[in-house]
């Protein structure tokens, strides 16, 4: 007998084991039960990208192709996606981050092109395409060059700020877990408390959060010592608890947390339950 309910996403379907559910997106861990259902309810947005690169074809007066083989295509597709030579990261209104990779390739009379890539990412890795394209003209291509720079002057630069080796076996008990805590969270949040699709707005409390938290709880499940930090903030003038529950490894000299998943809350009911294992710091306000 399951414990928890999970639903996929888009069709609503019950997910037996979370653990084959599919996820595409760091910031927001939604389940799906198949590729089918994720390139479904990614439809729209799909959409979206190749009508706002016809508009901006339009407005550049700009409809030069880049004509190539087709496997020769899909070698730079897969090198763009391996190790892109450039990395912009986007967020939308909501808070929803979209990553867009750039990298030059030589073209015929001895120029080049870029091949770009809209994409989703999870673990630190590009896992949803929701549109590419190619061209030479500038302006076409500063237009993919959005807001925040993370990958292009330094060689080393990558997706995650710091280059710190994580073995895939953490990393996929990492995704298990992420996928059991959001099933707990939803199953026992009260129907008024913050609704999920705003949670992106609450992101930008995380790293506080974890720099400074008003408590800190520790467990240790399957040998990992889980911790579970929690802080009072302010959206808006409306009070909430925003928790990052995270796993604690070893790096070198240092322990660091690895956060694993993190939601903000007005339910204490939900507070009580998350606030599990032993309260190692408490914060004295004044």
């Known amino acids: 007998m399951n414990r928890y309910i999970v639903e996929c996403t888009h069709c609503k379907t019950k997910i037996e084991d979370v653990n084959k559910s599919i996820i595409v997106d760091d910031h927001r861990p939604a389940p799906y039960c198949s590729e089918k259902c994720v390139d479904s309810f990614y439809q729209s947005e799909i959409a979206h990208f190749l009508t706002q690169e016809k508009e901006l074809r339009r407005d550049l007066q700009y409809f030069d192709k880049i004509i190539i083989d087709d496997q020769i295509k899909e070698s730079y597709l897969k090198e763009t996606l391996k190790d892109p030579q450039e990395i912009w990261q986007d967020t939308n209104p909501l808070g929803e981050k979209y990553y867009y990779l750039l990298s030059q390739f030589p073209y015929e009379d001895q120029t080049t092109f870029h091949f770009i890539i809209i994409c989703k990412v999870f673990n630190s890795k590009p896992s949803f395409i929701l549109h590419f394209t190619m061209g030479q003209d500038n302006r076409f291509i500063n237009f993919y ?16 700020k710091e280059q710190m080796v994580i073995p895939q ?6 995704q298990v877990l992420r ?8 199953e026992r949040r009260q129907s008024e408390d913050i609704r999920y699709e705003y949670f992106p707005l609450y992101e930008k409390f995380l ?16 040998d990992k010592i ?17 928790y990052v529950i995270g796993m604690k490894i070893k790096e070198v000299d240092n322990e660091v947390i690895l956060p694993i998943f993190s939601f903000p809350t007005t339910d204490i009911e939900l507070c009580k ?14």
């Open 226 to 242: 889980i911790s579970t930090s929690v802080k009072t903030a302010y959206l808006n003038e409306s009070p909430f608890f925003y």
């Open 179 to 186: 996928s059991e805590y959001f099933a707990q969270m939803l």
């Open 207 to 222: 790293q506080e959060t974890l720099d400074n938290p008003d408590e800190i709880y520790e467990q240790v499940e399957n």
């Open 273 to 286: 339950y998350f606030n599990k294992g032993q309260l190692i710091q408490k914060q004295v306000k004044s």
């Open 145 to 160: 060059r959005t807001s925040k720079k993370i990958k292009g002057d330094e060689p080393k630069d990558g997706f995650e």
């Open 169 to 174: 076996a953490i990393l996929n008990e990492i």
